[in-house]
């Protein structure tokens, strides 16, 4: 259980790392808060010859809104932004998702980029990234690029960032008047990854839903978006009979992995309750926005 | 291998450990601190729990390079006077440990927590300790010496958090200290805990 040995680089500034990555590319791994990381490479499942720390570069850190966007720095500690007036007051989705990442302890060091670019399909970030259609943005020896949440996750453990750019930043759309939000999830003990987990967020204008998000976290290989119950809620007043139709709707299609925590079927009539759930928790925080 | 600089337990310490070698593996092999236990060693058990800079960490998830210049507190820099802090007395009296492996770890995260929270209740407290895990007592003596350490610390001074609280001051991230002594590791005129104690049972967990 002890590491591998590897080489070690601290660059201080996003440019510096951005010429390591270029020169050792896939052979590198880029080390945030390294509560992934560090595991992947005590159990030996990562074997990267150099490791890039960018724990020093103090420009990825930070919490910022502008123009109907928070920004946030991808080195940005989860313990910080979960102290954030910013990220409570205007991505309460956000808010609400991160005291359920982990424990304490790693919330210490974790970082929500480091969570977004390590892509588990079964944790918190990614799902509400998803959700809400964040921006990543990532720079490479070539310039900067903004990547869509749709685009971001490609598979297990995957994204779509080339081994020679680093996410710097993430960006949330601020949550609007009318707009309530609710992160479900069911996890066998407090700081489990999900077994199943559901980001959801209801925009409510003149009783009737204008429009409607949701994303499953443990469904999949990556954080899913469940467009055809979002189709289904638009446009319509919100009632129970309403979510059940939702929730039958958004769990038809999902084919969950099984494993020691919980069938397939589990996972599927575990996702039906928390559509149930967390729209029902959304509409009524949505009344209050108003 | 990379020269460091750190404060452990209030006293300066220099190391020059391998990229690859945890905190954890450092405070025990190079500072010979075995107060701090190794469980899982991926993250898993918070036997290894320290607080650095304020926060309490992982620290078989951080390397020791990482630690450059920050400001460590194991168990045992708690109580420099080889006595008990006010956490470690109500758990002594609460009989909250049975084999004592998870100890070390439980009593850190608890003495961040409580420094920031004084007057926690036991729903948060059992929050606060979830990633920690004791396979003997069944937690209910763990949250009972805790909360019995908020209860006297609310009752005898509210100002002074439970346990010893890392300094607030010191610098996060700041760079090594340059006043520090280098090759003197760990400090022989440091308090105790940032010495290797000769009294210290052998390390006998691996």
Known sequence: MKLPPVDYEAPETVSEAVEL????????????????????????????????????????????????????????????????????????????????????????????????????????????????DAEFVVRGPSGERVIPAAEWFEGFLTTSRRPDELLTE?????????????????????GDFAIVGLAASLTLSDGAIGDARLAFAGVSDVPVR??????????????PQLFDQAAQRATDDIDPPADVHGSSEYRRKAAAALVRRGLRAAADNAGERQ | MADITLRVNGAACTGSPEARKTLADFLRDDLSLTGTHLGCEHGACGAC????????????????????????????????????????????????????????????????????????????IREALSGNICRCTGYQSIIDGVLLAAERSVNSDPAAPPGASPDPAAPRGASPD????????????????ASPDPAAPPNRER
């Not at chain 1, 808010?95 to 390590?118: D, K, M, N, Q, Y």
């Not at chain 1, 993430?170 to 407090?190: C, D, L, N």
């Not at chain 1, 469940?226 to 009632?239: F, H, Q, Y």
């Open chain 1, 21 to 132: 990555l270029a020169e050792h590319q896939d052979e590198a791994s880029v080390l945030a808060g390294g509560q992934s990381l560090i595991p992947l490479l005590a159990l030996r499942l990562a074997h990267p010859a150099v490791l890039i720390d960018i724990n020093g570069i103090a420009e990825l850190s930070g919490v910022s809104k502008t123009d109907g966007w928070v920004a946030i720095g991808a080195m940005t500690r989860e313990y910080v932004a979960e102290e954030s007036e910013t990220i409570a007051d205007d991505v309460p989705l956000l808010a609400a998702a991160l005291p359920l990442i982990g424990h304490e302890a790693i919330r210490s060091r974790g970082t929500v980029g480091g969570s977004l670019a390590h892509a588990d399909p079964a944790a918190e970030l990614p799902a509400v990234a998803r959700a809400l």
């Open chain 2, 178 to 193: 340059p006043a520090a002594p280098r090759g003197a590791s760990p400090d022989p005129a440091a308090p105790r805990g």
């Open chain 2, 49 to 124: 729990t320290v607080i650095v800079d304020g926060r309490a960490v992982r620290s078989c998830l951080m390397l020791a390079v990482q630690a450059a210049g920050s400001e460590v507190t194991t168990i045992e820099g708690l109580a420099p006077d080889g006595g008990l802090g006010t956490l470690q007395q109500a758990m002594w009296d609460s009989h909250s440990f049975q084999c004592g492996f998870c100890t070390p770890g439980m009593v850190m995260q608890a003495v961040a927590f409580l420094s920031d929270h004084p007057d926690a209740d036991e729903q948060q």
């Open chain 1, 226 to 239: 469940a467009r055809d119950a979002e189709d289904l809620l638009v446009g319509e007043a919100p009632s």
């Open chain 1, 170 to 190: 993430v960006r949330f759309p601020a949550v609007g008047p009318g707009t309530g939000t609710s992160f479900q999830e069911v996890a066998r003990r407090h």
